[in-house]
């Protein structure tokens, strides 16, 4: 039997699971990421067998002028996941703050490092990128 690991937004309006990530996962520090996550960075990982168990229907979408997809709880706020541009909401990579589980997932990049806030330090175990992990 395969192992699950859940996920809820912060009033638990927005629950889903999830069977499997990629063994990719990197924080973000764009300032979109920054901004939609109130934090130094944003961490998404893409996910294998989403399910949604409650609240798709609280599922809001902000597009950004890039085309980036950005979704949330419009009861709560909490930041849920990312995606590029045209994709459906099957290929969201979500965030990896909105688990209620440990999962098995290791932060192998920084990306988008260039535009890091002047008050925040890099990890310096974690390999950095100025934009994407493609430069």
Sequence with gaps: MSKSYHGSCLCGTVRFSVDGFSEQAANCYCSMCRKFH????GTLV???GLVWLSG?????????PNGTTRTFCCQC???????VKGEP???IELAISAFDVDIPVTIDAQIY??????WCELPS???AFSA???E
């Design 77 to 83: 706020g909490s930041s849920l996941g990312f995606r």
């Design 38 to 41: 109130g934090a130094a960075f």
């Design 132 to 134: 994407g992990r493609e």
């Design 56 to 64: 798709k229907d609280a599922l809001k979408e902000y597009v950004a």
């Design 113 to 118: 490092t260039d535009h890091k806030a002047n």
């Design 125 to 127: 175990n974690i390999p």
């Design 46 to 48: 893409a996910v294998e």
């Design 89 to 91: 909401l099957e290929q």
